[in-house]
Nanobody
Framework: QVQLVESGGGLVQAGGSLRLSCTAS????????MGWFRQAPGKEREFVGG????????YYADGVRGRFTTSRDTAKNTMYLHMNNLNPEDSAVYYC?????????????????WGQGTQVTVSS
């Protein structure tokens, strides 16, 4: 079993930056891909960004491309989400997810493991 733990959320002013971390523990961790999703109150969970673990090939939602960057440290079994130029519309609970098998990284149903989420609040 794999456990994912997110950290790094918090309150930031518009235009500010945050870095989220997602650390995996448990069984030998060799995912095919990992992703970041977010869910704001009253909205569906949406894809933010992700990567193919072995290649560091990254993917982003249109609304965050150019502002957010995802990366990973394989030695630490940790994925990061660097968020810059945040705006209030970025406020949400952010979740990380991991999938063992190849599939559509932008689709939440593809992932096998999920973290508990971390709150990001951007004030105007």
């Amino acid at each position: 079993q794999v456990q994912l733990v997110e950290s790094g959320g918090g309150l930031v002013q518009a235009g500010g930056s945050l870095r989220l971390s997602c650390t995996a523990s448990g069984r030998t961790f060799r995912p095919y891909s990992m992703g970041w999703f977010r869910q704001a109150p009253g909205k569906e969970r949406e894809f933010v960004g992700g990567l193919i673990w072995s290649e560091a090939l990254t993917y982003y939602a249109d609304g965050v491309r150019g502002r957010f960057t995802t990366s990973r440290d394989t030695a630490k079994n940790t994925m990061y989400l660097h968020m810059n130029n945040l705006n209030p519309e970025d406020s949400a609970v952010y979740y990380c997810a991991a999938s063992i098998n190849k599939g559509p990284v932008t689709h939440s149903e593809y992932y096998d493991y999920w973290g508990q989420g971390t709150q990001v609040t951007v004030s105007s």
